[in-house]
């Protein structure tokens, strides 16, 4: 005889305690991978007051909750991006090309230290880190070199860069110049979110204001010249790495997101002139439920804050489109291979939450930059994603689950509290200037790593199911000789190029930088006169000063 959702529910509990007196140990929380209690069960009666709308709605549709595209995977998978780059800029298009031959479908572009730093590769600050972390880019003649065969107009370019990222990008431009490619056939991202880079990761060169300033000049110029590009990839990524939880996670990435439009309508902008292409840059952790969550949250709210707060009335303009990491700082140096499998967990997260581009991280790179072969098995994690595990046959599969939908209404609570917290505080600038942003992550961080040391959070290999370790993998190494090399190269530039152009165009950026001028158009043209990225970079120092980190206490 069929009972009632009370009587099912009753008889559930008596069950359940039953059992439990037998099993006693499994009476403790139960919590997601950002420390929330999670319940036993999840019914209907956990999904009758969500907050975010009264029902799924579809996707493609405003909020875009379940997708931005109302075909998501049925109409095209993911950009499948796998993040590379190493030595010189030799080396470094054999592995692109190496990756696209393997069916990598767009490139993502790892600059080493001194390139993120504004410096070029002979500035004693650059001696020991020249191609450690990624490849070193001192002109346009690497810039040639690193993109040799490969027809810019075919592929789309991700380049994670910051502080400097107007003066990569302008290279980028002048690549494709001398391939007859024109810039508005250009399709790619570069990061350019210096907002994180006071938050949580470090490669920041100029104070605040000005390094705002020359975000908003590369959103006007691109805008106008190069329309598919997207201008910035507002990152999370690096903040969840630093030790936030998944709502900080978003709540931060953001808020940042509110500064770059804001600062952008302050200097003069349509806000639909710019909104369709910003993008964002997310992590994917091991808590595969949280993390969809997560993404669907973030759609829900970025599309609310555009449209309510901005009054932005072009749908491209709500749509929070994003790459997806799955995170280094889950990766042991312990039994690496075990890497494999979490990379895999954390590449369902990121497709059955929605992303628009991946990069799954290799087994070894808690040890070294990855292998050939370590690579290889990351693009393939994603091939086997996408085509053998079914998840890509529907839309949003996940949706309408309890626990889901509540993981999410609950995720946005928690998300738009900080965000209005921020606010109040006078936006994310302010809350960075007065550590608000700094403290959570670090208390953040620190309960994390409490409760591994604890063991109330098993790390498989860490600290429950050690294994003596045997063989190592082979690891990468870089030629201790790429910076003498690099040197070289770069004296050799120099000798040849047209020193007096050079000045003049040095120059004129020193000028523009002292006026309302947008900047770009004279770093292009600086760009293709052979300056370095130092000499450009020197000259935007002299003008706008050096960021100096505060200490919080």
Not at 20 to 43: A, I, M, Q
Request: with cysteine.
């Amino acid at each position: 005889m069929p009972r009632s959702f009370d009587e099912q529910k009753e008889l559930f509990e008596k069950s359940v305690e039953k059992t439990l007196s037998r099993f006693p140990e499994r009476k403790k929380k139960f919590l997601t991978g950002s420390d929330k209690e999670v319940n036993r069960l999840y019914t209907k009666e956990d999904t009758e007051n969500i907050s975010y709308e009264e029902s799924l709605g579809f996707p493609g549709v405003y909020p875009y909750t379940r997708g931005v595209q109302p075909t998501m995977y049925r109409g095209r998978l993911w950009t499948m991006r796998q993040y590379a780059g190493f030595g010189n800029a030799q080396e470094s298009n054999e592995r692109y090309k190496f990756l696209l031959q393997k069916g990598q479908t767009g490139l993502s572009i790892a600059f080493d230290l001194p390139t993120q730093m504004g410096y070029d590769s002979d500035h004693p600050m650059s001696e020991g880190e020249v191609g450690k972390v990624g490849v070193a880019i001192d002109s346009l003649a690497d810039m040639e070199v690193l993109f040799n065969g490969i027809p810019l107009d075919k592929v789309s370019t991700s380049m994670t860069i910051n502080a400097p990222a107007a003066v990569l990008l302008a290279m980028y431009i002048a690549v494709a110049e001398k391939q007859g490619v024109s810039a508005d056939q250009l399709r790619g991202t570069i990061q350019n979110d210096i907002l994180k880079e006071y938050i949580a990761r470090g490669t920041y060169i100029f104070p605040p204001k000005p390094s705002m300033r020359l975000i908003t000049d590369t959103f006007e110029f691109c805008s106008k010249e190069v329309p598919n590009w997207n201008t910035i990839s507002i990152s999370g990524y690096h903040i969840r790495e630093a030790g936030s939880t998944a709502a900080q996670e978003i709540a931060f990435t953001l808020a940042d997101g509110i500064a770059y439009v804001k600062a952008a309508i302050e200097s003069g902008m349509n806000v639909d002139d710019f909104a369709p292409r910003l993008s964002f840059f997310f992590n994917a952790h091991n808590d595969l439920l949280e993390e969809v969550a997560k993404f669907r949250a973030a759609r829900f709210l970025w599309a609310q804050i555009m449209k309510e707060k901005f009054g932005a009335s072009n749908p491209k303009s709500l749509m929070l489109r994003f790459h997806t990491q799955t995170a280094g700082c889950t990766l042991t140096a312990q039994q690496p291979d075990n890497n494999i499998v979490r990379v895999a967990i954390q590449t369902l997260a990121a497709v059955l939450g929605g992303t628009q581009s991946l990069h799954t991280n290799s087994r070894d790179e808690a040890l070294a930059l990855p292998t050939e072969d370590s690579v290889q098995i990351a693009l393939r994690t994603q091939q086997i994603v996408a085509h053998e595990s079914g998840v890509t046959n529907t839309i949003d599969p996940l949706a309408g689950s309890y626990y889901v939908e509540s993981l999410t209404s609950d995720m946005i609570k928690e998300a738009e509290k900080m965000i209005d917290e921020i606010e109040k505080m006078g936006g994310m600038v302010s809350a960075i200037e007065k550590g608000y942003v700094q403290q959570h992550i670090q208390n953040s961080a620190y309960d994390y790593q409490r409760s591994i040391e604890k063991k109330e959070r098993i790390v498989v290999g860490v600290n429950e199911f050690i294994a003596e370790e045997k063989t190592r993998p082979e690891l990468l190494k870089v030629n201790p000789v790429i910076g003498e090399n690099q040197c070289k190269k770069l004296k050799l530039v120099k000798s040849e190029r047209d020193n007096n152009t050079v000045q003049t165009r040095l120059e004129a950026i020193r000028k523009a930088a002292n006026s309302n001028d947008n900047m770009m158009p004279h770093i292009l043209d600086a760009v293709k006169a052979y300056a370095t990225l130092g000499e450009i970079c020197g000259v935007l120092r002299e003008e706008f000063g050096e960021y100096k980190e505060s200490v919080i206490l």
